[in-house]
T-cell receptor, first 112, second 112 residues
Framework: AQSVAQPEDQVNVAEGNPLTVKCTYS??????LFWYVQYPNRGLQFLLK??????LVKGSYGFEAEFNKSQTSFHLKKPSALVSDSALYFC??????????FGAGTRLTVKP | SAVISQKPSRDICQRGTSLTIQCQVD?????MFWYRQQPGQSLTLIAT?????????ESGFVIDKFPISRPNLTFSTLTVSNLSPEDSSIYLC?????????FGPGTRLTVL
């Protein structure tokens, strides 16, 4: 079955420290992979995507993600976290051309 | 990218009534989507709305309960009919462009 997993419900980091939000997937074929961020009472905001090419993808607000085909992972990273990065983060995978599946979400809290 | 607006942003409705949510995209798109999200939870796809054809509903969602219109390439509506408290949720509109789904700000529905 097609699936995407975010193994951590919650990630806590101190401001200025690097952050990682994990995502693994299980789909057939070559998936497209996405990260979205959701701030309170807001819709999902697109951060970055991997379709093909360089495994390291850079996105908005200093975020980046690395596609690892052998580990079927697409972890979101940022070298130095900001308090304003605190939000709910969703990994998503697109397969079969149009089907999209979202992870359960990871709540990131950055403490001053 | 696409900029998406939704109306209303929130509403409180009585049991048995209906609510129609409007979604406007700032550019022409082929595919639009309607999702449901409980606060802090992941997204559940209700249906895909392509212009010029009937909406395609996911398992567990039916047209009588969630009728959708897609009159042109920039607009769609979702109606939630015969409301019950279980319909209380956030409803999100999405549009796809460049292999990426972009989301509206959401409509928060509370059914009393």
């Amino acid at each position: 079955a097609q699936s995407v997993a975010q193994p951590e419900d919650q990630v806590n980091v101190a401001e200025g420290n690097p952050l990682t939000v994990k995502c693994t997937y299980s789909v057939s074929g070559n998936p497209y992979l996405f990260w979205y961020v959701q701030y309170p009472n807001r819709g999902l905001q697109f951060l970055l995507k991997y379709i093909t090419g360089d495994n390291l993808v850079k996105g908005s607000y200093g975020f980046e993600a690395e596609f690892n085909k052998s580990q079927t992972s697409f972890h979101l990273k940022k070298p130095s976290a900001l308090v304003s990065d605190s939000a709910l983060y969703f990994c998503a995978v697109r397969y079969n051309n149009n089907d999209m599946r979202f992870g359960a979400g990871t709540r990131l809290t950055v403490k001053p | 990218s696409a900029v998406i607006s939704q109306k209303p942003s929130r509403d409180i409705c009585q049991r048995g009534t209906s609510l129609t949510i409007q979604c406007q995209v700032d550019s022409q798109v082929t595919m639009m989507f309607w999702y449901r999200q409980q606060p802090g939870q992941s997204l559940t796809l209700i249906a895909t709305a392509n212009q010029g054809s009937e909406a395609t509903y996911e398992s567990g969602f039916v047209i009588d309960k969630f009728p959708i219109s897609r009159p042109n390439l920039t607009f769609s509506t979702l109606t939630v009919s015969n409301l019950s408290p279980e319909d209380s949720s956030i409803y999100l509109c999405s549009a796809e462009t460049g292999h990426t789904q972009y989301f509206g700000p959401g409509t928060r529905l509370t059914v009393l």
